[in-house]
């Protein structure tokens, strides 16, 4: 029975410190999401039109889509 790579780093992480892989591949899609709404946020208090609010919640809705389902 052979153990994926995933599975064989979780079991050498050291004691006490919890492996790295889950962290790391989390972090930067979040901190990418966030950076992305932050920019249409400044661009829909700017500019207050309800046509551009509208695509700014469908980018923010797909973007959201594919961060969840490709999880």
């Not at 064989?8 to 919890?18: E, F, I, L, Q």
């Not at 709404?37 to 980018?59: E, N, Q, S």
């Amino acid at each position: 029975m052979s153990m994926t790579q995933r599975e064989a780093d979780a079991t050498n992480a050291p004691k006490g410190r919890a492996p790295e892989g889950r962290f790391k591949s989390l972090a930067l899609p979040v901190l990418a999401f966030l950076v992305l709404a932050a920019f249409l946020g400044v661009l829909v208090v700017w500019v207050p039109r309800i046509d551009l609010i509208a695509v700014v919640a469908v980018t923010l809705g797909l973007a959201a889509y594919d961060f969840f389902v490709k999880r």
